[in-house]
């Protein structure tokens, strides 16, 4: 057992290195910060929001009104519940010249060299973003097959970003995609089989 968590744990920092300090870029040093940030996503998607719910029927708004609990149900567990449990300390507080985005001054660096610096006081185990993002693409996909080549490839990208940035370890992003995926399915299921009317 102590081997095999070792095994992970190797593996786990060695992606971690791979995506933040070997397949960087100008241009994803531009791109990233983007990505991850919610307000980048939040005026569009409104926008899609109000649009979809006028221009849908019964179903499509009770459907558009359920995905607020999916935000919340995946935010809630990752944050307040998982993170506090596990208490994973950030890549970016503990692996020497992280490369790192520095969300208040928004500017890129390098972390300590010695790793005895905090850069960001919260947990990193699950990723919040993840969780959210993959539990509106499984949601929404749920209901509407057609859009989730779109909704899953917008999911990888800000999992990998969350990653490329220095905040997250990839096993973070996966914990997170799994919450995600497992909360919208856990309301997406009964929401069709009970509660939405036939059209």
């Not at 005895?116 to 097959?145: C, D, E, L, R």
Request: glycine share 4%.
């Amino acid at each position: 057992m102590t081997a095999q968590l070792t095994w992970f744990k190797k593996w786990n920092q060695s992606v971690f290195n791979m995506v933040n300090q070997v397949f960087t870029s100008s241009f994803f040093d531009a791109m990233m910060p983007v990505l991850s940030d919610r307000m980048f996503w939040i005026i569009p998607l409104s926008v899609a929001w109000i649009v979809f719910v006028i221009r849908a029927g019964k179903r499509g708004r009770i459907v558009a009104l359920c995905c607020f609990i999916v935000v919340a149900a995946t935010d809630q567990i990752a944050s307040t519940v998982v993170k506090p449990m596990v208490q994973r300390v950030r890549p970016c507080n503990v692996i020497p010249q992280t490369h790192y985005y520095d969300e208040d001054r928004g500017n890129w660096i390098y972390t300590d060299k010695y790793a005895m610096t905090t850069y960001k006081s919260s947990f990193s185990f699950p990723s919040s973003h993840a969780a959210n993002i993959a539990g509106q693409a499984v949601y929404w996909s749920y209901f509407y097959p057609q859009a989730s080549p779109v909704l899953i490839v917008a999911a990888l990208a800000v999992g990998y970003s969350r990653i490329y940035l220095g905040y997250h370890y990839p096993s973070d992003v996966g914990a997170g995609y799994l919450i995600g995926v497992f909360i919208a399915l856990v309301i997406a299921w009964p929401l069709r089989v009970w509660v939405l009317p036939d059209e």
